[in-house]
């Protein structure tokens, strides 16, 4: 079973979903392990709310120029810095329209408020 395909102790790469970094202390963590004990060489992280704050992004910027953060998709729904933005590693996705579907749907179904 050791030579099986697609086994993480066999991947060169991985990807990481995160709901929420904040000082990507926990990103960093994650990120290590994998190369330490996976060996993971490439990783790609997806992050739902970054909230960008100074040590995130010197962990994200320090893990990058190590070569193992590949790049970091994160969402619209927490202001980020321009410094931040442009990052090559960062790009974003626009969840506007996602999140004023679902407060629309939500306000419809309460009506004028929730019950």
């Given at each position: ?56 992004q010197e962990r994200l910027e320090a893990l990058h120029r190590a070569g193992t953060l ?11 810095t321009p410094e931040f933005l442009a990052s090559p590693y960062v790009h974003t996705l ?22």
């Amino acid at each position: 079973m050791a030579d099986r395909p697609g086994r993480l102790d066999q991947a060169r790469g991985g990807t990481l979903v995160l709901d929420t970094v904040g000082t990507g202390g926990t990103l960093e963590a994650v990120a290590q392990l994998l190369v330490e004990r996976k060996g993971i060489q490439e990783l790609h992280v997806g992050v739902t709310h970054c909230l960008g704050l100074p040590q995130a992004q010197e962990r994200l910027e320090a893990l990058h120029r190590a070569g193992t953060l590949a790049r970091v998709v994160i969402t619209n729904s927490v202001p980020q810095t321009p410094e931040f933005l442009a990052s090559p590693y960062v790009h974003t996705l626009d969840v506007a329209e996602e999140l004023a579907g679902a407060v629309a749907a939500i306000h419809g179904a309460w009506g004028s408020g929730p019950p």
